[in-house]
């Protein structure tokens, strides 16, 4: 019988390392910023094409190589960062250039031109499927430029499963962002195909922020700096009006590196307890510096998640210095700072601050509810749109909805603030007052738009929205959709918009501009799913726009619900694929209590 165990060719052993690292093109331009970091540089330059899978080329003006170097960066295991396994414990550096481009040119087509500052000539090498295809003397500029090419051209399954453009340019966007954020002090510079997004300058960890994320940041950004024998945490945290409704503007460092910790995180954001409403992310950017012998950052490829020697000691102090930056500000005047500057004798006996309830806005009038749905809806339609819906079998068989004894001397009736719920004729009823809602603001808007006849009303004061870069992009993309429902939006500036009208049917009930925000923010999420800009609009906005779990309805408020939910197309799912219906049969409520 012959052996069955065989070494593995240098080519497959390659692509396996490369599906440790390289899982996207995000994954290819954080090796390559790592390196170009480490070579001291002050210039680094980063291009994309296709969302990174036809290129991805970086710049910077760092030592470079030799060309025994060059060609050595290739290698499996060639490092110029360790030299013992005692270093592995000791790590300050970001990549390790040889593993990098060893992993991505088992996956891609790879160029290197790289110089010495004191070289007249530099080297210039092609690898493709692991092997060295060219090498040669070339012209270059000191520093070392590094283009990859057709991207997992090795592996097409991989390349089958990258998400859509959208989703992997803002994975690039993330990489690029916490890395120009942790290096204020090189200047930076971003291009999308054509178009170039950032060129950050050298400067101060404040306006490195406000150049990413925008002037928005001026006025709102809190300074925080606490020091130990043991730890440092300096940085920025955001006031909490600048607190968002979804994850993406969290940055955690360790020894400068990016790091993903839930349990920290949560530490920091548990500080803004009762400074911001349930579900709301603040801003921070914030650098934890500890001797490197008291983490262990080889838990990961990627090493984004790192190890502490007292996770315990670090989520206190961290929670404590959030909650003393936010003291000192006066935004939180209510929370006890009598210890200004905490030891780590007593941190521990901080107590986490209690929730509070967050008051609710008041209800939309009833006038704009019935408006921004159907504004025909009666009894004898309703009666005929649910008979019609409901007398299907599986998912949809739910029971005619009205009894003449129940739903029109007002039988619906509320709980936890959040369900309504309502006798049928054989069966009882609870409806999702958010998830419908969701749908019946779905399926009006995405009709609005399919029209396009959306009534304004003008603003007497018009808002600016300001944004982000990454979003900016996007709001051009949502702008259409937005004004084709009564909007009337206008670009102001690299990024910056003004709202000179809204919806008639909103009544101004909302801010526009947190609206819009909102709206931005579950549009960007939304890019995950393969939906038409229409359909992520409507759905962006109905999310945005809907009443929300907690809020009090009254009896008018309930039926005109019920009404509108069941003259939708498909009442019983909401926009994203939720029950908004769920019914209990009568028959089997009574068995509970041996009642048949």
Request: hydrophobic share 40%.
């Amino acid at each position: 019988m012959a052996d069955l165990i065989k070494l593995l060719p240098d080519g497959v052993v390659n692509q396996i390392a490369a599906g440790e690292v390289i899982q996207r093109p995000a994954s290819v331009v954080k090796e390559l910023l790592d390196n170009a970091i480490d070579s001291g540089g002050t210039e680094i330059r980063l291009s994309v094409r296709e969302a990174g899978k036809s290129l991805i080329m970086v710049t910077d003006n760092g030592c470079g190589m030799s060309p025994t170097d060059a060609r050595m960066a290739f290698e499996r295991h060639a490092t110029s960062k360790i030299r013992s396994a005692d270093d592995l414990f000791a790590i300050r550096t970001m990549g390790f250039r040889g593993e990098a481009l060893a992993s991505i040119a088992a996956v891609a087509e790879v160029e290197i031109r790289t110089r010495r500052h004191e070289d007249t000539v530099g080297t210039r090498i092609q690898v493709s499927d692991s092997r060295v295809r060219i090498q040669e003397p070339c012209a270059c500029l000191p520093g070392t430029q590094v283009t990859v090419q057709e991207l997992f051209y090795t592996v097409p399954a991989r390349k089958k499963f990258l998400k859509s453009d959208s989703v992997e340019l803002r994975h690039i966007h993330d990489e690029f962002v916490a890395q120009a954020i942790a290096h204020p002090e090189i200047a930076w510079s971003y291009t999308q195909g054509e178009n170039e997004m950032y060129r950050l300058q050298p400067s101060g960890l404040r306006q490195r922020i406000i150049g990413v994320f925008g002037k928005k940041y001026q006025e709102e950004l809190i300074s925080l700096d606490q020091d130990t024998e043991i730890i440092r945490i300096s940085g920025f945290i955001g006031s909490p009006s600048i607190a968002r409704r979804s994850r993406g503007e969290q940055l955690l460092y360790v020894n400068r590196r990016l790091i993903k910790n839930h349990y920290l995180n949560h530490a920091i954001s548990s500080a803004y307890e009762e400074l911001i409403a349930p579900g709301n992310y603040p801003f921070y950017a914030l650098f934890i510096e500890i001797d490197p012998n008291l983490i262990d950052i080889n838990v990961h490829p990627t090493k984004h998640e790192i190890k502490f020697d007292d996770e315990r000691l670090i989520y206190n102090f961290l929670q404590v210095s959030v909650k003393h930056a936010l003291g000192r500000s006066t935004l939180a005047p209510r929370l006890d700072f009598e210890n200004a500057n905490p030891g780590l004798d007593q941190i521990f006996d901080k107590k986490p601050a209690s929730s509070s309830t967050i008051p609710q806005k008041p209800s939309a009038s009833l006038a704009s509810w019935r408006d921004l749905a159907f504004p025909k809806a009666d009894r004898e339609t309703v009666r005929q749109r649910e008979e019609t819906i409901f007398s299907g079998t599986g998912e949809q068989n739910y029971d005619p909805l009205y009894r003449e004894d129940s739903f029109a001397s007002g039988g619906c009736y509320q709980f936890y603030d959040s369900f309504i719920f309502l006798p049928a004729r054989s069966a009882l009823m609870f409806i999702d007052q958010q998830a419908a809602h969701e749908r019946i603001l779905y399926e009006s808007y995405l009709k609005t738009m399919t029209e396009g006849k959306g009534l304004s009303q003008k603003s007497l004061f018009p808002q600016t929205l300001h944004l982000s870069k990454p979003d900016v992009p996007l709001m051009m993309n949502l702008i259409p959709h937005l004004n084709s429902i009564g909007f009337e939006i206008e670009e102001f500036g690299s990024d910056s918009f003004i709202i000179h009208a809204s919806p008639a049917l909103l009544e101004s009930k909302f801010n526009e501009a947190e609206l819009i925000k909102s709206a931005l923010e579950q549009f960007r999420n939304n890019l995950e799913f393969q939906l038409s800009p229409m359909e992520n609009a409507a759905r962006s906005l109905a999310r945005s726009s809907s009443i929300r779990r907690g809020r009090t309805l009254s009896q008018e408020e309930m039926s005109l619900l019920v009404e509108q939910l069941f003259l939708c197309e498909t009442p019983h799912l909401s926009p994203d694929g939720k029950k908004t219906i769920y019914q209990m049969k009568l028959t089997d409520f009574l068995k509970n209590f041996h009642a048949l």
